[in-house]
Each structure stands twice: as structure tokens, then as C-alpha cells.
């Protein structure tokens, strides 16, 4: 199995910037897509970003030009840069990992505990 542990987040003002980070780890797995999603209260979670194991990555129109996604796979780590952040931001933020589980030969999910990430206007 694969844990995830997120870290950052916290709260900031309006144009302001904040960096989360989510590590993984375990044993023989391979890290497949890396992601990170959103929820605000009273709303459904959101896909805000994803990052290949190429280094392809995709956006949320909402959050295209401001955040950018990274990671480092010598260190199974993926990043969410966050600029010019705005109140409607405020969320939790979740890891999303796909990973190949070697033994059972099959692709998992794993998902961060989450972390909380307030916008202030």
C-alpha cells in the first residue's frame, strides 16, 4: 500500500502564495499520475491538477496562470505551487496518487489525509 503524507496549506491573504507538497511512500509500487484535488464546503471535490509520470501536466481553467504543478520521483513527491490566490480557493486540498502495485500487478488509488488552504479577502 502507498501512505500520503501532505504538508502546507494554512491561511493567507488575497494575492497571496502558498506551496503544498505530498510524499509517498511504501514498497514496490510505481508511481503512475499525480494529482491534487479540492473541496469546499457544501461543494463536490474538484480536480484542480495533474502531473504525468512524463511530466504532463493539466489545470482547472480556474486555476490556469496561478498554480503549477511539479514533482520530484527521486523523492516520490508531488507539489502544488499556489499564486495569486483569491477567497474562492479556500478549500481542502487532497493528494490523489495512481500507483502500479507490483506484487498483485494491478493500478491503485491512494488518496491524502487533506489539508486545509483559507484565502482570506
Known amino acids: 500500500q502507498v501512505q500520503l503524507v501532505e504538508s502546507g496549506g494554512g491561511l493567507v491573504q488575497a494575492g497571496g502564495s502558498l506551496g503544498l507538497s505530498c510524499a509517498a511512500s511504501?514498497?514496490?509500487?510505481?508511481?503512475?499520475?499525480m494529482g491534487w484535488y479540492r473541496q469546499a464546503p457544501g461543494q463536490q471535490r474538484e480536480l484542480v491538477a495533474t502531473?504525468?509520470?512524463?511530466?504532463?501536466?493539466s489545470y482547472v481553467d480556474s486555476v490556469k496562470g496561478r498554480f503549477t504543478i511539479s514533482r520530484d520521483s527521486a523523492k516520490n513527491t508531488v507539489y502544488l505551487q499556489m499564486n495569486s490566490l483569491i477567497p474562492e480557493d479556500t478549500a481542502v486540498y487532497y493528494c490523489?496518487?495512481?500507483?502500479?502495485?507490483?506484487?498483485?500487478?494491478?493500478?491503485?488509488?491512494?488518496w491524502g489525509q487533506g489539508t486545509q488552504v483559507t484565502v482570506s479577502s
Open positions: 511504501g514498497s514496490m509500487f510505481r508511481l503512475d499520475v
Open positions: 502531473i504525468t509520470s512524463g511530466g504532463t501536466t
Open positions: 490523489n496518487v495512481r500507483w502500479y502495485d507490483i506484487i498483485r500487478r494491478v493500478m491503485r488509488t491512494s
